[in-house]
Nanobody
Framework: QVQLVESGGGLVQPGGSLRLSCVASRTIFTINAMGWYRQAPGKERELVASITSSAETDYGDSVKGRFTISRDNAKNTVYLQMNSLKPEDTAVYYC??????????WGQGTQVTVSS
């Protein structure tokens, strides 16, 4: 199995920046995609950003131009750089990896709160 551990969440003022990290417990040879999702209270979990094995990226409409996803395969890590943060970005952010033929793992989540 693969365990994912997120870090980097916290409290930040509107307009500020934060970088989230997600570290996998082991090297995954056949990653299909890694991504970040978020879930705010009373709302469904939604895609924030994803990156495929071929480096194709996808972003949720609400974060395009503000967030950037990247990865470092040697460190088994995926990052989410979050700029120009808004109160509506407040949520628990979850890391996800799809690998192998049909395997999927989720992290435990990290809280991001944007408030002045």
């Amino acid at each position: 199995q693969v365990q994912l551990v997120e870090s980097g969440g916290g409290l930040v003022q509107p307009g500020g920046s934060l970088r989230l990290s997600c570290v996998a417990s082991r090297t995954i040879f056949t990653i299909n995609a890694m991504g970040w999702y978020r879930q705010a209270p009373g709302k469904e979990r939604e895609l924030v950003a994803s990156i495929t094995s071929s480096a194709e990226t996808d972003y949720g409409d609400s974060v395009k131009g503000r967030f950037t996803i990247s990865r470092d395969n040697a460190k088994n890590t995926v990052y989410l750089q979050m700029n120009s943060l808004k109160p509506e970005d407040t949520a628990v952010y979850y890391c996800n990896v799809r690998y192998g033929l049909r395997s999927n793992s989720w992290g435990q989540g990290t809280q991001v709160t944007v408030s002045s």
